[in-house]
């Protein structure tokens, strides 16, 4: 390879450098723009590098013509054969050219832009283009890779420190990793606004919600309420009143969780906030199955249900359908509640809450022994007691309540 490549002009190295930066395969356009090179020139130093064996024959692609290196190895030879003060010169030609080119496709490019820039020495500008891929990959629900590109933001100097470790920390409770989850809402408290500490205070206690530490999560809840004033958001101050009321109902304190529920219904009926309207419904709904008043739980959790299909936001739509799930198995229709529970674990999939899939791969179980299917059932209890298991023994240690969500 090294002899083939002193064989190569001057001019041609150049293109050469600049197509094993961009990779395997690469345009005429892209490849023009980083080796800055005029289009003749460009265009004759592809057809001698292809006459060579360097490249395979172009193809048309999108009104480009593409083009490959013959081997992946001729190509990771030529970048190591590339001095590395050419290297970032030309991964940042190409981050610019990138950038300059993708208009409307930019948010899907801009781990590609990022990369280039880190690659070039430039952390500013990857971190901005890393952060910019993980809120379009956050938006897909491709959550991996969300949290891989809000991690390199901040690897890279993003200056909204707080705001990556707050989006990092929710990422990692979806996934179940709630030791590092947690280490990240810590960060983010103390880097946080005074005014915005309540926000994070509300996600913190949520996280010992899921962990079953009752007291806890009451703790930070209470804290979360006590900074509401800084806020002044009716919508957030119901929802810290809703999850208030789960934890005493929890800890089987209805009388305080009933008075917290209705508490949180008034100011959710009275403001905007739909998020707050869905879970207000739903934890009246919760409660009233508590209590034996099946017919005044799907009352309200049918009322959830149709609030939360108005909002992006899968979690309403997911707790809701599970709820009512759970209320029409105790009443014989088993039937009914094993579509809504099936819809519920859909969501869920494509949402990627891994304790709540566990959950409700568990009442699905249950659903299906009851109706006569033990093979089915049997398939979904070992997912349920997998996920469960890798959850459970996170951070080295058990936690058993982990295993006990049912409903929420």
Known sequence: ????????????????????????????????????????????????????????????????????FSHEKLRAFVYEETSAARRSRLHARLAEALARSGGRRESAIAALIGQHYRLAGQDSAAARYFNLAGERAKALRANPE?????????????????????????????????????????????????????????????????????KLAEEHFTAAAEGFGQTGDQGLLARILIDLSLAA???????????LAEQALQLAGAGSDRLALAQAYNIAGVLAAGRGDFAAALKHLHLSLETAEQLDDLSPRIAARNNIALVLRAQGELQAAEALTRTALELCLSQG?????????????????AAGHPEESMAQLKSAVSIFAEIGIDGGSMEPEIWKLVEW
């Open 249 to 259: 109902h929890r800890q089987e304190e209805d009388v305080e969780a009933e008075a």
């Open 1 to 68: 390879l090294l002899s083939r490549l002193s064989r190569v002009g001057e001019a041609d190295a150049q293109i050469l450098s600049a197509a094993s930066v961009i990779g395997r395969s690469f345009s005429f356009e892209t490849l023009r723009s980083a080796s800055a090179r005029s289009e003749d020139e460009t265009i004759d130093a592809l057809e001698r590098l292809t006459r060579q064996g360097f490249f395979r024959a172009p193809a048309a692609q999108d009104g480009d013509l593409s083009y490959d």
């Open 353 to 369: 809450d891994r304790h709540r899939e566990a959950a409700l791969r568990n009442n699905l179980a249950d659903l299906l022994r």
């Open 146 to 214: 969300a949290l891989a590109y809000f991690q390199a933001a901040l690897a890279s100097g993003h200056p909204a420190a707080q705001t990556l470790h707050e989006q990092i920390g929710e990422l990692l409770t979806l996934a179940g990793a709630y030791s590092a989850a947690m280490v990240s809402y810590q960060t983010a408290a103390a880097l946080a606004h005074p005014a915005h500490a309540p926000v994070i205070e509300h996600k913190i206690g949520g996280l010992y919600l899921r962990l079953g530490a009752w």
